[in-house]
Every structure is written in C-alpha cells, then in structure tokens.
C-alpha cells in the first residue's frame, strides 16, 4: 500500500483578514480544493472582533438562513433571519457585547455550522 501524503492549505486574505483551511492530497488541483471549501461553509472575519465581524456563508441551502450567537453560558445575544438561497454575508455588531468567547450558528434548509467567535 503507497502513502498518501496530505498537505493543509491555509488561505489569507490581508486586506478584509480572512483565513480557512483545508486539507490537499498531493496530487489535487489546489484551485479544485478551493472551490470545494467555498462552495459549502462559512466563513467568520475578522475573528477576533472588535466592534463587528462579517459572516459569508455558502451551500446551505435554498430559503431562509438564522444566525444566531450564544454567550459562555449559552444565552442567545444576537439572532436574525435571511433569505439568502444558500449563499450571502452579514455583518453582526458586537461592539455593545462584553469581551470574550461566543459561539456563532448558522443555520441553512440543507445544513448548520458553528464556529467560535472571539469578542475584545
């Protein structure tokens, strides 16, 4: 049986501080794996937040997509509703949230992430 070698990709976008990663085969089409991970998703920039991050989400389905974001001890601080069918981007304000941990949900017909949001 041969190896199969794997490399993490880290993607860095400097001008709106935007990062993912993923995980490559040796012989994949870097802009293949890309696609894929922009297709499904979401991502959270600028994390850690200050005064506001945005969401952009992707393939989550067609109709209505909630956001929603909990506290250390699991109180919703922030929700809302879009039409977005399956892709968009929000911006949440948290500049009026105490520093610290909170845990983002977005929530698509097809599909949910939940990610780790950092408040200073």
Do not use: W
Request: proline share 2%; charged share 15%; hydrophobic share 40%.
């Amino acid at each position: 049986m041969k190896a199969m070698k794997l490399f993490i990709v880290v993607v860095c976008c400097s001008l709106c501080m935007l990062s993912f990663t993923t995980c490559a085969k040796e012989n994949d089409d870097f802009d293949d794996v890309l696609k894929i991970e922009h297709e499904q998703g979401i991502m959270v920039y600028p994390n850690p937040a200050i005064s506001q991050f945005s969401v952009s989400f992707f393939g989550l389905g067609n109709g209505k997509t909630n956001i929603q974001l909990f506290n250390a001890v699991g109180q919703q601080v922030y929700s809302t509703s879009v039409n977005a069918y399956g892709y968009g981007s929000i911006h949440v304000s948290v500049g009026n949230l105490p520093s610290g941990s909170y845990l983002l949900r977005v929530l698509g017909s097809d599909r949910a992430y939940t990610t780790k949001v950092i408040v200073l």
